[in-house]
């Protein structure tokens, strides 16, 4: 069953340290991957994907389908950072898709 | 800006008293996706349409409903809410073909059942 896992439901870092978001899925096809965050009172909005191979923010990911991951790295957090991240799979169902969500981890960034 | 809009931002209505939840977009996607999150949950898929075509979810109970007039409006109709409807229903639009292409989601319905 296609399935995202996010480890950790909290994280807190201090300002400057580095921080990394865990997630790892479970599927079977070739995967896409997406990041999604969150910050308070706005909406969920993409952060970045895996083809793109961006830096978004300050944000990298790399897939690794070897050990199924794609951790959510940065390396040095800002306040500004704090939010909720979601890692999601999309499963592509012939022009539409669909995401299959982690359950986010809340990240805080400490001054 | 092009954007999806959910109104209202908070609902409450009735246990068993039927409620609609509107989203619009200004993004001319062919796409348009419900999804429901509960608190401390990830956002769940219940349907989507491409174009006209609904496309249902296999677990997503009868009780859930859904309408799209046109490309630009879609609706979230729950016939008969329970208790433990209660939770942020997420619109969220994307564009129709190959390649991967992210959601766009809109702020969200917040529905309470009293």
């Known amino acids: 069953a296609q399935r995202v896992t996010q480890p950790e439901k909290l994280l807190s870092v201090f300002k400057g340290a580095p921080v990394e978001l865990k997630c790892n899925y479970s599927?079977?096809?070739?995967?896409?991957l997406f990041w999604y965050v969150q910050y308070s009172r706005q909406r969920l909005q993409l952060l970045l994907r895996h083809i793109s191979r961006e830096s978004i923010k300050g944000f990298t990911a790399d897939l690794n389908k070897g050990e199924t991951s794609f951790h959510l790295k940065k390396p040095f957090a800002q306040e500004e950072d704090s939010a909720m991240y979601y890692c999601?799979?999309?499963?592509?169902?012939?022009?539409?898709?669909?995401?299959?969500f982690g359950k986010g981890t809340k990240l805080t960034v400490n001054p | 800006d092009a954007m999806v809009i959910q109104n209202p931002r908070y609902q409450v209505t009735q246990f068993g008293k039927p409620v609609t939840l509107s989203c619009s977009q200004t993004l001319n996607h062919n796409v348009m996706y419900w999804y429901q999150q509960k608190s401390s949950q990830a956002p769940k898929l219940l349907f989507h349409y491409y174009d006209k075509d609904f496309n249902n979810e296999a677990d997503t109970p009868d009780n859930f409903q859904s309408r799209r007039p046109n490309t630009s409006f879609c609706f979230l109709d729950i016939r008969s809410p329970g208790l433990g409807d209660a939770a942020m229903y997420l619109c969220a639009t994307s564009r129709e073909g190959p390649g991967l292409k992210p959601q766009h989601f809109g702020d969200g319905t917040r529905l309470s059942i009293l």
């Open positions: 599927y079977s096809g070739s995967p896409e």
């Open positions: 999601a799979l999309n499963l592509p169902r012939g022009g539409s898709e669909k995401l299959v």
